[in-house]
């Protein structure tokens, strides 16, 4: 009867896990829809765009930074609710603000909201992961990919149909509050295994080598997929020649090749084991910078991002679950330290990379990158992998 209990728990747990993924991806997908209602509100020029954008970027990081102890404190669950209610609420101010000072702290605590809400449903997926005793992981973070979709696209659909930015913002609230609503028995009321674990996360941990390797994988990889976000488009018009209306077509072609592969993740770990995946991830992505700054034309780098993006797909769920199966750290506390600087990776390389391409070209800074994948690599030589 117990093991028939936890399996309940366990798919229950899975199921919530997933709602979480897609409906934080939902609302970065929404707030990239967004964005342009933003700038015309309040007149921004293009350096005061980026600066706002830094402001949930620095938002995420001062939440993620705290993360791990409120979540062995309150567990999974007060934190998930918490935080998600937190950007939820600051969404119709992002659809509405027209003050740059107003819409900068907007997002500064929306960004507070999402990077808790990451950091404890990457929590919540790793030990559903450790209880179901199988690779679930590349599936919640597909789950976050198809939410940002959905977001992105569901935005525009509604603006099309005549929506208000705040009609749409307000609708999206109503779907979140249900889908956890009918999801929120599976959240973890715990945040380490164990339902009291505030007297374990109290104590004062100091992350072993093995995770800081992690934490570096874990920046190189969101780096180089950061680069694809900000400066693939720009290669491809100023390097390939391609018409600035197509520039898109390189972000496209990477996202689609790394939800479909995230999508097959979970059985490709099962049958190849992670540390196949990740080696070989690394390789793929590694030849797909390769292919994106060797190739003689724009059709051949198309197909170097699709690259990038298959194999860089399953890179971060595996690293987040090493992580929370390391023992030198509660659970909470360790993917806390791996997703925080891995995050630094996706708000610092875009722009070391303009560093790079100013003082150098594209194709240098490119280049680094694949030399970045390569290490990941190597160093996945050197992990632990558990067996479960």
């Known amino acids: 009867m117990s ?12 199921l919530a896990t997933r709602a979480v993924f897609f409906i934080t991806g939902t609302a970065i997908g929404l707030w990239a829809a967004l964005v342009p209602f933003a700038q015309q509100r309040t007149g921004a020029e293009a350096n005061q765009l980026g600066a706002l954008l830094l402001c949930l970027g620095a938002g995420s990081l001062v939440s993620m930074s705290g993360s791990g102890p409120l979540i062995g404190r ?9 935080a998600t209610l937190l950007y939820c609420l600051l969404l119709p101010v992002l659809a509405t603000a027209d003050e740059l000072w107003l819409l900068g702290l907007a997002l500064f605590v929306f960004g507070m909201g999402i990077g808790l809400t990451d950091v404890a449903m990457n929590v919540q ?16 973070h597909c789950l ?16 099309r149909f005549g929506l208000s930015t ?5 609708l999206a609230i109503i779907i979140t509050a249900l889908v956890l609503l009918l999801v929120s028995p599976g959240l973890l009321r715990f945040g380490n295994h164990e339902s009291s674990a505030a007297e374990k996360s109290a104590g004062r941990f100091r992350p072993g ?35 600035v209306r197509n520039a898109g077509w390189s972000f496209a072609v990477f996202s689609i090749a790394m939800s479909v592969l995230r999508l097959t993740g979970d059985a490709v770990v099962k049958r190849l084991g992670r540390k196949t995946v990740l080696v070989g991830g690394g390789l793929l992505a590694m ?9 003689p034309d724009w059709l051949l780098s198309l197909g170097g991002f699709a690259l990038i993006g298959i194999g860089a797909a399953n890179i971060v769920p595996i690293l987040v679950t090493l992580a929370g199966q390391e023992k030198g750290m509660p659970v909470n506390m360790s993917v806390a330290v791996v997703t925080t600087l891995g995050y630094f990776g996706v708000l610092g390389g875009p722009a070391l990379l303009g560093w790079v391409a100013h003082y150098t070209n594209l194709y240098t800074a490119f280049t680094l990158l694949s030399a970045g994948f390569a290490m990941i690599a190597v160093a996945a ?6 067996t479960n």
Do not use: N
């Open 209 to 243: 080598f093995t995770l800081i390797l992690l934490a570096l994988m874990t920046m190189l990889s969101f780096m180089a997929e950061g680069a694809v976000i900000d400066w693939s488009g720009i290669f491809m018009t100023t390097e390939r020649g391609l018409d």
């Open 381 to 386: 030589l050197k992990l632990r992998y558990p």
């Open 125 to 140: 997926g790793a030990i559903v992961e450790q209880m179901s005793g199988k690779p679930l992981m590349s599936g919640f």
């Open 74 to 82: 309150f567990g999974c669950r007060a934190v998930i609710l918490a």
């Open 3 to 14: 093991k028939v209990i936890s399996g309940e728990r366990t798919i229950s747990g899975a």
């Open 144 to 159: 976050w990919s198809i939410g940002g979709i959905a977001g992105s696209a569901g935005g525009a659909l509604l603006f």
């Open 287 to 295: 030849a797909g910078y390769l292919l994106v700054v060797l190739a």
């Open 166 to 170: 705040l009609t749409s913002t307000v």
